[in-house]
Each structure stands twice: as structure tokens, then as C-alpha cells.
């Protein structure tokens, strides 16, 4: 490459700071949306994987039970009967301290003697602490001394901690050191105790959460587990560490994608800006690359010439966007942490991690983006015969003629995307690639739609507004090259934004529908919890008694909420002492109601949410398998019904069968159903009473229940909120760019309007005529296409996401709101050409060009 | 025998009568518009020779730049062949007849179309840097040639300072810095003042004829044509008789 077309083009760059500027933002905010949301949600798993890991330590394998854990003799039964000593037991489970709100601890309770091959950490030494004191001295724990610090706790000190709504003290015996990074965040938030302080802390008497292995590979592993398993009870088995973890992961998977798709329409929209900007950057140089042909430059040369300036401008922007993106990241971070802590399980979050694949994932994308982005006006500028690329009507003429091809390659990937959508596939990136050939499709066909559309508005306008009318009309479409990709991208940003709207509002909508039929009780009890979907604390069993003797009760539903890991995953099983009224909780998808109520009310029989039927292909009359206390134990699905509380999905068992197999008499809430005319209030304020002094319990009437479960859904919907409105600043900057660049273009044509007696206010009412038009344009394509994304996001990429069945719900109220927000943005696109071109003196603007 | 398109021509022979640099043999060019046929050149046929000033006279929409965009290789024609010192340009690629026009063909359009990035002295070097790098030697060259058409004190300038006048003579300048055999000029004082027309034409002229380069001018002055060694006529893309310039 002659290094004078380098300097000619460097010159050309530094010349324009405005379309660098727009360029690298384009860019930039892309990769940045991308890189915050991928750190975000590495930052998550990472800080799950180290505290799992950390907790996990050298354990090859792990023993895990049914609801109920584990019974404390099968560690004698694994030490003794099958003779293998390297196994440790271990006790978990969450408590909240006053000290360090918003942050759960997570106990571990271990026995100290069996820890070293372990968790070397807490076994003396390395801790820094005698962990014997663990032993002898009660009520003690070992705390990280950073947490210890934020706690404001020192050795010697008391932490008060909330277990289930109930207050109980720690004595902080000594406090654990981080050897390395890796190990200060693996055991921030850890509470560590002696296995039987842990159990009656967590009210687990007798009952272990796991037992820890550490077996060699090979054969000689696999015979110790066989004999392991050999001496295991019904109901236990070991697995894998890392299966383990994974499978624990695997838990937001489909959360992480949504939102990584999500992160993507960003870096689509970023794309359009810079499309425009190489685009506007070719035509401008029209004649500078006409003048450069005829003098023997080669197509070659001007493709790599702007090319090169493409990947100039990818890799500012990208290294721009890369630091945003941390910057944004550490913003995001907190929201992805509380909805998966909403939704999924507990993780604390304390800083966002950096992986280097992470840059290099955002990086490859930016500058990959960028030259996709720049091809079309790389090749518009080379593809042109030398004299043709002088003449500004080539390129239009081009431009008019690509309407049909580029109409025709949008039904065809609409098609496509329909295609793979009717594929009888569960794939979640299938989905995600039909819904991104929707959207491409839909910017395809938008020139061919936006010349319709004004051949219908131009005689109108016309008509309104005279001559001036009929040059905006036409202008729109006489410079297509420049409109169309405007138009695209504000359909495109438009569409998405009604599409997430209809969605978020559906959503709403149905769990509000959903909330009126479950919530059949008028008062709730629970012990506060740390995860708002996921109740598996334990009331008090004397108090549930006292609820229902509350005067103006005349029924109680009780409910255990246990989860585990079986066959299914992460299993979350619930067990209903259900009072007749609530039955009319449960809309069944499957099944009739008064025969399923039946079949699950005479035993054995268990009904299951519409997601976990989903992803496990469940339907009545299948079965599901659970390990009971008695062995792995089979049960008919007499129904499946709607849920929308969790979309792992839930397994329903009536108390009796629960209490037949299970050796677990807690109770994690109740529902209180009050006699005709009863007031609640009274009711609340008495079960408040009963409960002073035993357990902190969350009272709450039906209506606030209500408003807790929709506020916790507006929690997990603002992640996706904040991305619908970065990506449609991204879309809407392409935009405003695309608008300024073709109107600032018209100079001198504004110029020689203006010398012919245009008046500055008809230049303005000229520009904001046209702008307006393409925003109204924009619109309403946009209306139907948002509409037609939300029918794919609600019936297929959610129901392979998580499952569920939503009721589509359209409000006017966003149609209008998207027909508004297109014509609005582009009318102030509009502004600052109009304003520049009223105020520009007509001879320099002719001079201008 | 064909040579390509990075060997030199073979310089012509002096013992002999002149032969064609350029033959066009049976060249003809049709746009398609509307469904309709628009012949802008019929059947052309002519032979410009080595070192000859040849002006190319006719009307607006007659097809005079339309042919030279045959004969530099920027448009291929519908029909016929443009052969340049026995190379027939038809025959190339369009990048091979890029990498021709680079070696061989210096231009000089209506409206200067200098590159606005680069200073005047780099607009020089430009073309040479196309075909080779550039050497001590070609900034000494594109100094002379500055000085030759009296804008060696604007060599730092960029083309947007200067006046159309002296925006023409760069431009002439450029056309024969790369030491082309053939240039073409298309209304290269159309753009101009009369006196200043002159004087850039007068320039050119001078700077053709010492280096012996041929040159094919498009004009509307039958002034400025006269002083053609030939002038050929153009009318609705047909060439008429070649005339000897001294009737005017």
C-alpha cells in the first residue's frame, strides 16, 4: 500500500473528528454492552466456582442425599463397613448477619480432625488459628478476617447471625488468612464451625449435607467407590466434584444466554453506526476515489485503503469499549448478582473479575464487527467503474436498484428464521439465531418498505405542505443510500424495544394473573429468606400450631420447600399440606383438576410445574424419580400445572407422601385461610404476637405477598430493562449520526435553495418534513415487526429458556410509545442540520462542497 | 506479440514511419437505458501515432469523454478493441488495466480533481509512488516539474488553497511526473478563465511536446484545438475525417 494513500487517508480521518468520534462511540458502546454483560456474569460464576471450589477443596467426589441430607452414620458406615477413611463430613446452609446486610454467610460445618487432605486451610496451620477450639469451646466460629473486618468483629468478639427468622450468636474464635487471590475470595462470607454446632445451629440434628471423598483415579477409585456405594444407604449416592458444579451452573444457563443474546442487539446496532459512518466517509470521497482510480489505484488498494481505515477505527473503539465495559460491568455486576441470587442460588459478588478470554471474546468481536460493518462501503467504493465512483447519482442508482435484492434477501432470511424456529428443537442458540435472522430481515426489507410508504405520504405531503412537502417526500427516497440504513436501525432499535416491552409486560401480566389464582390464603408466614424464590427456611413447628389456633383462622396450608440434586439436576421438591381452598391455587396445564387433586391428595402420586415437565418430558402418567430415605423411589404424575415461581420447576407432593418417605417433619411456611368476614389485619397482628420471642417471622397479608412477588420480578427484569435502553441509546446515536451525515451532506443543496430564496424557516420546516417522515416511516414498520418479535420471544425463546406459557399481552400504550419514540428521534436527529443549515450563509454553503 | 502490463512499450523506432500508439479498431460503446439502446460510440476506428498532439473536438453528449475512457481503460468498450503499442487493452482484467493506466497514461480532467489530503508536492509524487517507491531522485523530479509550472514555492500547499489556475497546472504536472507515454487530457480548460486557459494549455503543450509524450486533448475551442498537430471531430459518437488543424 503507497504509504502516500495511508497519509491521504490518515488525513481524511483526522480531518472528519465528528465521524471518528461517532465511529469509535459505535464501536465502543457495542463491545462495551457486550464485555460488561459477559464480566458481569463471569464475575457471578466466577465467584460461585471459587466459593464452590473453595468449599469443595480436594474432594474428588461427594455423597449427596435426598431433602433431608444425609443421616450422620453414614459416615461410620463408609469408615467402618467400607473401609476408607480419606471422607469428611460436611454441614452448609446460609445465615444473614445484622453486621453485613445484604450479604448471606455460608456456614460450613465440618469436623476438624478429618479436614487436612481436604481443606488444608482449616485444619490448623495454615489458618493461623487452633482449630481444636472449635471443638472444645461452644458457640464458636472461624470467620474471614476480611469479612471479620467488615463485620467490625475481632477474635474474641461475638457475631450476632439470623438463621430462619431466629437469633443466634457465634463467638468469633479466630479468623481464617488468604494465602493467595484466589483463596481470600473463596472464603469471604464462610462461617466456619464444628460439624455439630453447624447442625444445631441449622437445625439439621443427626443430618449431614454431604460427605466429601478424595479417592484416587483409575481403577483403583473406581473399586473404592464401588464399595462405597455398596455400604450407601437408599437415597445417597456419590458424584463427581466438578459434575457437581457444573450441574450447579448449569442452573443459569439460559438466564446467561438471554442476557448475552441481549448484549449482542448492542453490538448489531453499533454495527449500523458504523455502516453509516464508512458509508457516509466513501460517499464524500466519491470524487477523491474516482480521481485515485483513474490514476491507477486499484480496487484492491482502495479496499484495503478502506478497510484499513475500518480496522483503525475497530480497534480504537474496541480498546474504548473494552474500558467502558469494565467501568460498566462493575455496574451490572450487582444487578446480574441479585437476580441470580433472586432466582437461582446465593452468590456474593465482591468484585468484578477480569478473564483475559473476556477481552479477547470483546475484541475479536469489535474489530470482526467493524470490518463486517465497513464491507458494503468498502466494496461500494472499489466496485464502481473509475469515473462511475465520481458521480453521486452511481452510487444512488446502486442504492435504488439493491431495494429488490435486499427485499428479497430479507423474506429469505425471514423465512429462514421461521424455518429454524419450526424446527422440533429445544436449542436455545437455534432460537436465538432464528430471532437475530428475523431482526436482519427485517432491516433488509425496511428500504423497500420506507419507498412504499413515502410513494403513498409524498402526495400527501404534497398536498400539505406544497413543494417543500414533495421535496422531503422525495428526498427520502432519492437518497436512499444514505435513508435506508437509517431507517433500518431505528426499525430495527424500535422494534426490539416494543418486542422487550410486549414481553416484560406479558410477563407481568401473566405472573400477575398467575399471583391472583395461587395466592388462595389470606395470611402468609415464613422466616425471612435469603433467596426470594426459593423459601427452605424452617418455622418453629410449635408456632404453626399457635397460627392456627389464632382466633378468625378456619384453615391452614403448610408447606416445605426442600432442594436437592437428584437425577433431575438441582431438584426443588415441595411438600403441601394443602387446606381445600388452596387447591384452587393450581391451574392445570395437564390433567383435571378434581382427578389429579385425588390422586395426589390418596398418596403416591406428585403433580409438577409446566417447566419441569418441560425439560424433563414429563406429562401425566409418566414418572418422576426422587431418592427417598427408603431408596430411590418412583412417583406418578397426576398433573402438570402452571408456575411461574421458578424456572427450574417444582415438584408438588402432598405432606403424607412427603412424611412417609422422608424423616422430615419441618415446615418452611404457612398460609392461613380466615373464616367468612375475618379480618386480616387482626389476624397478622396476632400470629406477630404468637411469634415474639420464638422466631422472627415475615407476616404478610395476601396483597403484600402479591406486591413482594411482582416487585421481585420488576428485580430480575431490570438487567434486561438496562439493556433494552443501552441498546437503544447505541441504536439511536447510529440514528441521529446517519440523519446528521445525510442532511449536513445537503449542504449545498440547502445552499442553492437557500440563494434561490428559501427562507431559514423553510429549510427547517425542509428537514425536520424529511426527518420526521423517516421517523414516522421507521415507526410503523416497527409496530408490527416488535410485535412479531415479541410472538417469538414469549412462545418460543422463553418457552425453551424456561418453560413457561405466557399470555401475550399488547398494549396500546407501548405501540404508541414506539411510534412516538421513532418520530420523536428523528425528528432530533433533524435539529442540529436544520439549525446549522437555517444559519449557514447561502454562498458558503455553495461554496462548501 | 503482446508484452504486459508491466513491461515498458518498446520505444519506437526512429528509422521508420511513425507507427500508432493508439489504434482503435472498430470501437463502440452502448448504454442501456430504460430497456432502451443509447449508442454513445458507433464503430470508431482511428490511430493516434507516438509523440503526435492529437485534439479531439465536438459538441456536449457527442461521446469525446466517453472515448477516452476507452482508450485510459477506465470503461470497457461494447464492441471493438483499443489497442495501445500493440496491447490490446479489451483483452486485459480491469485491475490489469488499472496497473496499465498507473505505468503508462498521465490525466488531466475539467476540475483538477488534485487529492484534497495531500499537498501539492505529494500529488506529484503520487502517481510515481503507484508504479515504485519513491526515491531522492523523484522529489528532485517533482521539485523541476513544480518549477516548471511555477508553483515550486506552494509544494507544502493543499490543493484547497490554491486557484483553479494553479490547481490545473498541478494537475498538468502530476499528468507527466510518472513519465507516462500517452496523457489525456478531458476539457482541461473548461474549468478555467480564458487567460487562464491559455496559459495552463500553453503549459501543458510545452511540457508534452519537450518530454515527446503524446497527448489526446478534449476541447470545445477550436482555438486551442488548432494548435493540435491533428484534430479529430466527433458527432453522435462517430468519428469524422481527421483534419490538419491548419484550416482553422
Redesign the interface.
Known sequence: MSPLLLRSSRRFLTGHPGQIVLSVVGVALGVAVVVSIDLAIQSSRVAFRVSTETIAGRSTHQVLGGPGGIPDGVLTKIRLDAGYRLAAPVVEGYVSAPSLPGRPLRVLGIDPFSELPFRPYLAGGRAGVDVSTLLTVQGTALLAAETAREASVAAGDTLRVQVSGRDRAALVAGLLDAEDELSRRGIQNLLVMDISQAQALLGQRGRLSRIDLRVPGGEPGDEILERIARVLPAGTRPVETGTRSETLQDMIGAFDLNLTALSLLALIFGMFLIYNTMTFSVVQRRTLIGSLRALGVTRREVLRLVMGEALGLGVVGTAVGLMVGVALGRGLVGLVTRTINDLYFVVSVEGLSLPPEAFLKGSLLGVVATLLAALPAAREATSAPARATLTRSVVEDRARRAVPRAAALGAGLQVLGGGLLALPSRSLPLSFAALFCIILGMALLAPLATVVLVRIAGPVMSRVAGIVGTMAARGVVTALSRTAPAIAALVVAVSVTVGLGVMISSFRQTLSLWLDATLQADVYVSPPELISNRAEGRLEPTLVERFARQPGVAGVSTYRGTVFEADYGVTRLVALDLYPRGEAAFDFKEGRREEAFRRFRSGEEVLVSEPFAYRHDLGVGSTVRLPSDGGEREFPVAGVFYDYGSDRGVIMMSRTTYDRHWSDPAVTSVGLFLEQGGQSEAVIAGVRRSAEGIQDVVVRSNRALREASLEVFERTFAITAVLRLLAFIVAFIGVLSALMALQLERARELGVLRANGMTPGQVWHLVASQTGLMGLAAGMLAVPAGVALAVVMIFVVNKRSFGWTLRLEVSPEILVQALALAVAGALLAGLVPAWRMSRTPPALALREE | MRHTVEEQPPAPDSGNPPRPLIRLEGLSKVYWEGGREHVVLGDLNAEIHEGEFVALLGPSGSGKSTLL?LI?G??APSGGRVVIDGLSLTELS??ER??F???H?G?V?Q?F??????TVE?NL???I??KRRLSKEDHRRASELLDAVGLCDRAQTYPDRLSGGEQQRVAVARAIAHDPRLILADEPTGNLDERTGLQVFDLLERLVRSAGKTLLVVTHSRVLAARADRILTIHDGRLEAAQHPIAS
Not at chain 2, 113 to 118: E, H, K
Request: glycine share 0%.
Open positions: 475512457n485510459s477506465i470503461d480491469e485491475r488499472t496497473l493506466r498507473r505505468r497514461i490525466f480532467f476540475f480533481n488534485l487529492i484534497p489530503t495531500l505529494e509524487l503520487l502517481p509512488e503507484l
